[in-house]
């Protein structure tokens, strides 16, 4: 019982080490890193596989390919926001610029509808703007 304390004490206390919305963008990039991609890489058969690069989809082998870049790009992430490291401005927002692009873009290829492409790529660049604005926060 007192592991899990522990645990939750130490978790409690990354995750006001930073923005609550950055600590969100952390936890999420340790999920994809730890357990979304292996599994996505190992054990998802490459029929299934698809990859989302500026908002254009990969399906098959071509998915497969691309993933182990997806696996560096958020273990990248996930330790640059560990450590609150300097280079991640730009960086993290140029990551984030990519994904806004890819939602309007992927919005426009497969519903071709303008309102649910632009309605994306607004959500999307709150947390682009936040991480532009967060430079003096990467301080290691």
Request: charged share 10%.
């Amino acid at each position: 019982m007192k592991v899990f304390l522990s645990i939750f004490s130490s978790l409690g206390q990354d995750w006001h080490s930073r923005p609550w919305w950055m600590s969100l963008m952390f936890y999420f990039c340790v999920f994809m890193t730890v357990i979304y991609l292996p599994y996505d890489l190992f054990f998802k058969p490459v029929m299934e596989d698809q990859e989302i690069w500026f908002g254009f989809t990969l399906t098959g082998w071509w998915a497969k390919a691309t993933e182990p870049l997806h696996w560096l790009i958020y273990g990248l992430l996930a330790y640059g926001f560990w450590r609150m490291k300097s280079w991640m401005w730009p960086w993290a927002s140029a990551y984030v610029a990519q994904i806004v692009i890819a939602m309007f873009v992927w919005n426009m290829l497969n519903d071709g509808n303008l309102i649910a492409a632009f309605g994306s790529a607004l959500i999307f660049s709150i947390p682009l703007i936040a991480l532009w604005r967060s430079k003096d926060r990467f301080v290691n």
